[in-house]
């Protein structure tokens, strides 16, 4: 055993056991020694482990993006797959937990392009496209890992030695990683392109005008926005009236091909086929029937721009209307806008549209209008609808996607995202994969003029065609693109050699894959999980994981999102330093409740330090003793009859903690397995055995002092494992100062057996029983009421007085018990008695009458006149009850609920009133 300082401090614990644990490689995955237990029966298990083989468990990091930095939501995220992790390693698993960071194509070269643009006034066109990437990558050599090291100051144990980056193979000062990620995307597009599942279209995509790039449909948030819905009159052209036409978008008018009207709209069929001028253009554009047009909106009469609205695009394209592309890729109006317009943003244009019509009088109303607006993912402006030439992916494997999380091959947690990953899959749009950047995967398709004239040769391969004349697509792919490909492409060093991977049994990708759990967000269930899904089927013919955990959303205490800009978004690392790495674990694991918003306040955090304090205290009462008093003895070695009943009710509530704990662990009720530690070690433990404990620890008898001990360690054995996911720290150094581990890797708490009940022969051997846990809850009863008594006469908590209890026959006459309970109680002394002491303060317990003799003790007559005080107020109180409830308006108009509500309450007056009165009494007799 080792001595502890007074106090805990985290800062002197947590860097020096990480840098050991580094050393030492516990985090080190090695698939040689580890086998996969898929469809392996428990014989066959066994079989293996006594060769020394460990089954493998895995899970992947979503990878965070370079950009990024620690924020709440990822340490609710890892804090779960490092509980994971660790619990596997203790449960003698191989673990491989794989980390790795995300390219994040327009938000990395966002950053870098912002940077420029205010250091140097220039544009990325200005640099090129060869040296804009240059420093890309010296930019992602500075900033790209801080989130990775920021992981591990809140302890998370990956394999560190195995990192990937969604660009390695790309880099050119770098052009052997230890896995060529680059060549798995390159492999992957040339393969779906050869199946005929890539193709280029020229189709309507989400634009983003700040990237000027295409977004995929999941890359774009909906949100309400409150607009107004202008109703416009467009006049026929060739007699008088006119057709009003709602629109939320005046500025596209400019680029109307026609109005359509609903082929069943009565108001409207005389106007189908006329002609009707475009204000501010003068173009005749048609009155067309289409049945997309809902009668219901607006007027009924909607405006078509071809070029500018998904909807309005297929109508074109059923009618053959032409696209006039009125808004530019940079958000500004273009020249087929009039002269007039060119060049102003689409919100002036839009301004100055509304502005002109009125001038002409052709603005019949202008309504509010509540909708849903498109906004970019990354750059946080409304998206336009562009018709573009872009490549597109139909969707592969479907099928087997869908179906695996159905059948439950997949497990969803919780399971109602199932229903939502369903109606996904039914709705599926062909997928947008290239962007507009030079940040990315280069899409791997090359072009030249073929000779003679005809089509163009094209060359999709991972590798450069030979020869003159070629050209490479300039776009680059969707950052999911890549991301899709995660748990397999991380495990093999190119896609070449995955043939060879998967015949050898000792690979990382014959063992770890499928891997076992993910942990992700909801929020990218379409756009990662799904996309892995189908991924998975396609090139490794399996599902890629088993269960996938879906958390929620880190909110303030007052359920607002996390932001900057409402100042309401602690920083992890802060919290770290303030209260420590293990508490802001523990506290936030604590109020996280299954695939639930966590609603999150620091006092969570404090409640996790205090946690690890009272941890850190109980220990240095273990340590105060030798080794030879308490020895390393284990259970085996204790005489039943040295035991306390104490003593049982701890071994039986740790023993009940373990499996309870474990069935917690099966259903991922993470939250409950934090509240069932605290329960335990908090108030089983330190609140109530620690303190019965105190009789034996201060007592003459060495055989119970030793007995004491035993269970001490054994309860701290159990305690520290159950806790050492959630804050493996601490658990870390106490195990050590126990003397549990040792200097070795593998003496390290993270190898150490994962905690299991004790067998049914030693729970015999040391009656370990029902009748135990029943005794143990009358004595705690008791307690409670003594401590109560005090409270009611205001006697300070810690003060030691004298009590009198008037045994029943289930109160203990062993001395050993009868100390126990004088020292829960705070009883100096404690007297059993035949008759009741006078004027005493009575409570009526399981153990029997408990006195708590007042003459001395208290100021009786001071008491008397603050409970006077408090019956004053109490009848005051009933007046006004009494009063309500005789009011008959009152009782035929409010719910019933509250009519019981205000009855209960005078229920309750009346009986605090008699209680009160009685203490009076006893007051008045003691003074």
Known sequence: MTEISKAYDPSRVEDRWYARWMEWGVFTADPARAFRGDGLSEAEKTRRRAEGLREAYSIVIPPPNVTGILHMGHVLNNTIQDILARRKRMQGFEVLWLPGTDHAGIATQTVVERQVRKEEKKTRHDLGREELLRRVWTWKDRHGDIILQQLKKLGCSCDWTRTVFTMDGLDPRHPAPRVNYSRWVSHVFTELHRRGLIYRGRRMVNWCVVARSALSDEEVIMKETRGHLWHLRYPFDARKGHLVVATTRPETMLGDAAVAVHPEDARYKAAIGRGVRLPLSGRTIPVIADAAVDPKFGTGCVKVTPAHDPTDFAIGQRHGLGQIQVIGFDGAMTAAAGEEYEGLDRYECREKVIADLEDLGLIEKIEEHVHNVGYSERADVPVEPMVSDQWFLRYPAVREALAQVVEGHIAFRPAHWTKVYEHWIANLQDWCLSRQLWWGHRIPVWTRPAQGGGAPEVHVGADAPKGEGWEQDPDVLDTWFSSWLWPFATMVDAPENLAAARSDPRSAISVFYPTSDLVTAPEILFLWVARMAMAGNVFMGERPFRNVYFTGTVRDKQGRKMSKSLGNSPDPLDLIAKHGADALRFGLMRCAPLGLDVRFDEQQVVLGRNFCNKLWNAVRLRLSYSVEEGGRSALADVSPGDLTSDDRAILMRADQAVREIEGLYADYEFNQIAARLYELFWTDCCDWYLEAAKAALYGADPARKRATLVVMDHVFHVVLRLLHPYAPFITEELWQALGFGGARREESIQFAPWPSPLPEEECRRLRLDPDVLRFAKLKQETVSAGRHLKAAYRIPSNQRVRYALLPSADCPRDARELAALQILLGADPLDLVEN????????????????????????????????????????????????????????????????????????????????????????????
């Open 836 to 927: 009741p002491p006078a004027r005493s303060a009575t409570a009526v317990t399981p153990l029997g009458k408990l006195f708590l003799p007042l003459v001395g003790l208290v100021d009786a007559a001071a008491e008397a006149r603050r409970l006077e005080g408090q019956i004053a107020k109490l009848e005051k109180e009933m007046q006004g009850v009494n009063a309500r409830l005789a009011d008959e308006g009152f009782r035929s108009r409010a719910p019933a609920e509250a009519v019981a509500a205000h009855e209960a309450r005078r229920t309750e007056i009346e009986g605090a009133m008699i209680a009160i009165r009685e203490q009076i009494a006893l007051l008045r007799a003691a003074s």
